[in-house]
């Protein structure tokens, strides 16, 4: 019996998760590469972000989204579950509005970082 838990985001986009982990300062590895857990059981990843008691945390790709994929029993970051994920998927959406916007011909404006931890954007495109 599989020990890993598979929560599900709506992570889509590769290079927006990976620069979420790197903002946040997470150490990650890109897969594909096993997700180590209870009793030597593994699964595949597609980002996998390695803990010191050799149990790791991973992003897999289940056809639609990113899960988060982990043996919560050995969790061991700086933020509960809930808290992890709601910091990756405000990286992430921040990282994705920042490269479509970009495509499409805007520019930041305005950035500014709220108390409560929400980001105010304002952007602009100058047209001729």
């Known amino acids: 019996m599989s020990h890993f838990s598979n929560i599900k985001t709506q992570i ?24 180590r857990g209870y009793r030597g059981q593994s699964c595949a990843a597609e980002v996998v972000i390695e803990q010191d008691n050799d149990y790791d945390i991973g992003f897999s790709w289940n056809g639609e989204e990113y899960e988060l994929v982990a043996d919560l029993q050995y969790w061991q970051q700086p933020w509960t579950v809930n808290g992890f994920l709601n910091r990756v998927t405000q990286r992430y959406a921040y990282n994705t509005v920042m490269n479509e916007t970009a495509k499409q011909g805007f520019q930041v404006a305005q950035q500014q970082e709220n108390k409560d931890g929400s980001i105010r954007l304002v952007v602009q495109r100058w047209s001729a």
Do not use: Y
């Open 12 to 35: 889509r986009n590769i290079l927006s998760l990976q620069a979420a982990l790197t903002d946040l300062g997470i150490d990650w590895k890109s897969g594909p590469a096993n997700v």
